[in-house]
């Protein structure tokens, strides 16, 4: 018998790949597991609240014992109140992006499936304070770069207006990205303009906007050259 094969001994041998790997995807979803949570309490207890300051009144604790976790497991995936916010908005544009590219990839024209994003975002927007939304904002408007970057459905406009012109929904001479720009700022504006409350509709006035600009590079397409 050997040293190895004696009763009681330990053979230390190299790492198992696939032991690994399994921990690694537990964790994984431990993780998101814990960060779902956090963000379902944290709609929970704000929607609950019902009004504009139930955003202000709901603190850290208040989130962290909704979701039973500590305040290090809180700030271990979001620095603040305001991240979860944005982590909401950000799983909002995926939505938008991937309903795009659904009706896109299904035939319909781009006014179609321009429309179909702005029903994701009107509906999920408007189950949240309109506070909350305008704090999102807030946040967009100090670093539009990084905005641009972060977003989803941003990065996505330009290759639908690209397909666009390939199928020849819209002008050839068109440039993507530039239309791309006015898309997000028709966008910005009506969410703006329902969050402080000039707008009692956010879906009619982000339909309508969407309109008149795809309608208008149409129409600048077939204005005579001066």
């Excluded at 999102?136 to 670093?143: K, P, V």
């Excluded at 700022?185 to 703006?192: D, G, K, P, Q, R």
């Amino acid at each position: 018998m050997t040293r190895a094969d004696a009763p009681g001994s330990l053979v230390i041998g190299p790492p198992d790949p696939a032991s690994n790997t399994r921990r690694a995807t537990l964790a994984q979803g431990r993780s998101r597991r814990t960060r779902t949570a956090l963000i379902d309490a944290a709609t929970t207890l704000w929607t609950e609240r019902g009004s504009d300051a139930g955003y202000n009144a709901t603190t850290v604790e208040d989130i962290v014992r909704a979701a039973g976790v500590t305040k290090g497991t809180f700030y271990f995936h979001f620095a603040s109140k305001i991240d979860i916010l944005l982590q909401i908005n950000a799983a909002t544009e995926e939505t938008m992006a991937q309903e795009a590219i659904r009706s896109m990839e299904a035939g319909d024209a781009l006014d179609v499936a321009l429309q179909r994003a702005a029903v994701v975002l009107a509906d999920q927007s408007q189950r949240r304070p309109r506070a909350t939304f305008a704090l999102i904002l807030r946040e967009y408007h100090r670093d539009p770069a990084r905005t641009r970057a972060r977003s989803s459905f941003r990065q996505l406009l330009p290759k639908l207006f690209q397909e666009a012109r390939v199928r020849g929904d819209l002008p050839v001479n068109i440039d993507p990205e530039q239309i791309a720009a006015l898309t997000a700022a028709v966008i910005y504006s009506a969410c703006e303009a329902w969050a402080d409350g000039r707008s009692l509709d956010l879906l009619d006035n982000l339909q309508y906007g969407l309109r008149v600009l795809i309608a208008g590079v149409r129409a600048e397409a077939l204005r005579p050259s001066p």
